[in-house]
């Protein structure tokens, strides 16, 4: 999921804005992650991601209400079932702000920040239990030192891949496609 997880610039009083803050710690939880990517295929009800995820509806439901507060996905449409209704969530990364260039340089992580990236690694190892070997697969792993022009090259050219996973992405169990893992954080450290 492309996450755009910098402060978005705020206007104060501007409704249509997240709180970055709610929207941080909405992520930061590995159920709302794996929700987010089942949500970028298809619109979903909270009994198909409970059932998916094997989770309870309550569970699902709890999960949902986060990450609709946060403006992490939206309303894709409302059915009659069984007498009640439900509605359909989806999550549409192009939707996502970006992350704005006017982020100060040397600003630092918040704590909130720290929360994503360590349910980030819990993803990463929970998928890692259901990694295939073999050809195909790729990793790196690296902290350098590098000139700006190019960092914002590879940057560009990363979240260009990102989006064209995301437009790729298919409903769970789509016959004749593959379940696989992208996980990538690109950022600028301290020195």
Known sequence: MSLGVDEPEHEPGADDAPDPTARLRALAHPVR???LSLLTASALTAAEIAR???LTHANASYHLRHLLAAGLIEVAGEERIRGGAAKRYRYDPARQPDQPASTPAD???TSDHRLLYDALAAELRRRAHHLRRGPGNFLTDAE???DPETWDEIRNTIAEASARLHHAARPPHTPGTSRVSATVALFRMQD
Do not use: T
């Open 33 to 35: 992650m794996r929700i």
């Open 52 to 54: 998916e995820l094997n």
């Open 107 to 109: 600003s630092r992580a």
């Open 144 to 146: 350098f030192w590098i």
